[in-house]
């Protein structure tokens, strides 16, 4: 089992840059593939973008390409989410989640086994 713990949320204006942590307990967290989740008030969970266990596969989803780039370092038992270009749009509390199974991380929340309890994130115009 994994506990994940997210931290660097916060206010920022559009147009700045947030980067988010997760941190996990435990000594194998190089065998997870990581997601990183979000959610909007009144909107359902959406997949923000994932890493695989050694860093070699990201994938991000279309609304974040080009702004959003997720790292791992697996020695200090963490996963990034650095946000650039931040959007009033971009609002919501994000969750990292772990998934122990899969090798190129899921665009599908049910895939994951494990999720920290979220930050929020509020861009303001």
């Known amino acids: 089992q994994v506990q994940l713990v997210e931290s660097g949320g916060g206010l920022v204006q559009a147009g700045g840059s947030l980067r988010l942590s997760c941190a996990a307990s435990?000594?194998?967290?190089?065998?997870?593939?990581m997601g990183w989740f979000r959610q909007a008030p009144g909107k359902e969970r959406e997949f923000v973008g994932g890493?695989?266990?050694?860093?070699?596969?990201?994938v991000y989803a279309d609304s974040v390409k080009g702004r959003f780039t997720i790292s791992r370092d697996n020695a200090k038992n963490t996963v990034y989410l650095q946000m650039n270009s931040l959007k009033p749009d971009d609002t919501a509390v994000y969750y990292c989640?772990?998934?122990?199974?899969?090798?190129?991380?899921?665009?599908?929340?049910?895939?994951?086994?494990?999720w920290g309890q979220g930050t929020q994130v509020t861009v303001s115009s």
């Open positions: 989640a772990a998934d122990r199974n899969r090798v190129r991380p899921a665009s599908w929340d049910g895939e994951y086994d494990y």
């Open positions: 890493i695989s266990r050694n860093g070699g596969i990201t």
């Open positions: 435990g000594r194998t967290f190089s065998t997870y593939t």
